[in-house]
Structures are given as structure tokens and as C-alpha cells.
């Protein structure tokens, strides 16, 4: 009788414990399983673009039913910190990283170990050179590149004289779009100044372009592959009576940039969808099928002419959470 009244505290406690490591064990991996670590290359409100990927990802989650940890530096060249919030989601093992690359090198340690822990990775807007990843989200920026030639050159009418002006020439996606323009307008069939760094300066833009267009009169393109700058460029052109005949044609589609092409003072954008970018990584994030390992978004090509096409207005004015 005494052992029956032994054995059955012991078993009721037993089950207790059971219950409670059970629960406990949950507690601690089930919500990893549901979360997304989507790391941009920027937060700043002040970015259209990075904003509008945002809207995407948070739209893709909730119709998705999974937790989005949305982060990134404040400034768009801040590698050491995007480092440090990769790191952080490491370690917190969620279920797939989106990552939007600074600079490759400077993420090497964190890479290896996502590869190492076997967590799935999407990376978006920018490819990885070195690194492996189980899919990547983009526009084909060489093709923009192209794209952009066939406006700078349409029928190879008069030979093109053209600069390229860039803020960062270590940009992956620079370098791709440059060279899809090189590869469209080759060398015996074009003259190409250049790419001239202009820092993230206004100023610098405006006296860059202000010298090309002094030193070669024949000049008549000039190719902004990031958005910085592209606003000094329309003021020199604008100063020196040049806006009609030097073209001016630059990418994604920045608030400036899309007041410069309203105003004429641009010639065309070549614009990606960052809406559909942040929404189809966060969906590539949860295809554990193996299927497609590179996601194509097709970029629009945007005039005076065309932007108020709805389609263009979507791309342009997308609605931001």
C-alpha cells in the first residue's frame, strides 16, 4: 500500500516535467521556424527604393503567415554594421536570411557560417561573386545596361560620346550594368569617356559633367548608374543649353530622379520593381522545393512620354506601408 502511495506521486511529477520540457522545447524553436530575417542594405526613410522593398516583404509575410525581422544600416554604405545585424540572425537561427549585400568581402565570416549551419539563404538586388546562396532575387542588370545603350544609340544614327558616373565604383550592380552597356555599344562603335566617381556629392556631379561637356563637344551621353549625382548632372546640363542633347539616363527611380524626368531634365530611368524584389524573396525564403535558384524581375524602361502609363505609375508611385 505505502509503495502504491510512493509510485504515484512520482509518476504525476513524472508527466510535470514531461509537460513542461515539452512545452519549454517549443517555446524555443517553433517561433525560429516561422521567422524571416530580411536584412536590406538600408533602412533610411528617406530611400524610395529600400522603402518600397519593405512595403513588398511585409505584404509577402502577411499573406504568407510567417514573422518578417526587417532590418539594415541607416546608411547604404555601412558594411561593418549590416555585418553585425547578419550576425545577429545567425544566431538566432530563423528559418532563411534575405540579404541585400553592401560588400561581399565584408561579410565572408558570416556567409561561411549561414553555409556552415545549413540556413537557407536568398539574396537579393545584388549577386554574390564568391559565395554560394540558395537563390537570388534581382532585376538582370546587365540587361539594364543594354537597355540603356539602346536609348543612349537608338539605330546607331551618330556615333554615341558618353561618361558613365557612379558613387560607388566597387558596386557590383554598377560594374554589371556598365558593362552590359560596353557590351552593346563596343568600342569601335562608340567612345566612351569613362566612369567618374562623384562620391556622394551633388557638387562634384555638377562640376564633372560640366567639364566633359567643355572638353567634348560632341559628348551627347551621360549614364548615371546609381542615383546620386544624377541631380548635379541635370544642373550642369540645364546651365550649359545641353538638356536636349545629351541625354541623361539613369536607374531605379529615386524622388529626384523622377522629378528630373517629369521635368524633362532626363531622358529615361531604367526601373526595377523593388516591390515585387522584397515580396518574391520572402516567398523564395519559404520554397524548401528546390526550384528556380534565380528569380528574374524584368525592369521598364521610363520616359517623359510613357510615365504616366499606369503600369509606370505603379513602378514609380508604389504604395508604401
Known amino acids: 500500500m505505502r509503495t502504491k502511495r510512493l509510485w504515484l506521486p512520482l509518476l504525476l511529477l513524472g508527466f510535470v516535467v514531461l509537460v513542461v520540457w515539452t512545452g519549454l522545447g517549443r517555446g524555443e524553436s517553433s517561433p525560429q521556424d516561422n521567422v524571416i530575417a530580411f536584412i536590406m542594405k538600408t533602412t533610411d526613410a528617406n530611400s ?37 545585424l547578419l ?7 530563423p528559418r532563411a536570411i534575405v540579404l541585400a549585400p553592401i560588400d561581399e568581402d565584408a561579410l565572408a565570416p558570416q556567409l561561411e557560417e549561414i553555409s556552415r ?13 564568391h559565395h554560394k546562396a540558395d537563390s537570388y ?12 545603350a539602346g536609348i543612349l544609340a537608338p539605330g546607331r544614327k551618330t556615333r554615341p560620346v558618353y561618361a558613365f558616373l557612379t558613387s560607388d565604383e566597387k558596386s557590383t550592380v554598377a560594374m554589371q550594368r556598365r558593362d552590359g552597356v560596353m557590351e552593346a555599344l563596343p568600342a569601335g562603335s562608340a567612345y566612351n569617356l569613362g566612369m567618374i566617381n562623384v562620391g556622394k556629392s551633388e557638387e562634384q556631379a555638377y562640376r564633372t559633367v560640366k567639364s566633359l561637356t567643355a572638353a567634348y563637344p560632341g559628348m551627347n551621353g551621360i549614364i548615371a548608374l546609381t542615383d546620386i549625382g544624377v541631380a548635379g548632372a541635370a544642373k550642369a546640363l540645364k546651365e550649359t543649353g545641353l538638356s536636349g542633347s545629351v541625354k541623361l539616363i539613369g536607374f531605379d527611380s529615386s524622388v529626384p530622379e523622377i522629378q528630373l524626368l517629369e521635368q524633362g531634365a532626363m531622358h529615361a530611368l531604367i526601373v526595377q520593381n523593388p516591390f515585387n524584389m522584397g515580396f518574391l524573396s520572402v516567398q523564395a525564403a519559404l520554397d524548401d522545393s528546390g526550384g528556380s535558384a534565380t528569380v528574374d524581375i524584368p525592369s521598364a524602361t521610363i520616359t517623359r512620354a510613357n510615365m504616366y502609363a499606369p503600369e509606370n505609375q505603379k513602378l514609380l508611385f508604389p504604395f508604401v506601408y
Open 137 to 148: 532575387v534581382s532585376s538582370d542588370h546587365v540587361e539594364e545596361g543594354r537597355e540603356a
Open 117 to 129: 549551419l545549413g540556413i537557407r539563404l536568398i539574396i537579393m538586388d545584388t549577386p554574390l561573386l
Open 48 to 84: 524610395h527604393y529600400w522603402q518600397t522593398v519593405r512595403s513588398g516583404a511585409l505584404a509577402a509575410a502577411k499573406e504568407l503567415e510567417v514573422t518578417p525581422e526587417l532590418s539594415g544600416p541607416l546608411r547604404s554604405i555601412d558594411s561593418d554594421e549590416q555585418a553585425r
Open 87 to 93: 550576425e545577429r540572425a545567425i544566431a538566432q537561427r
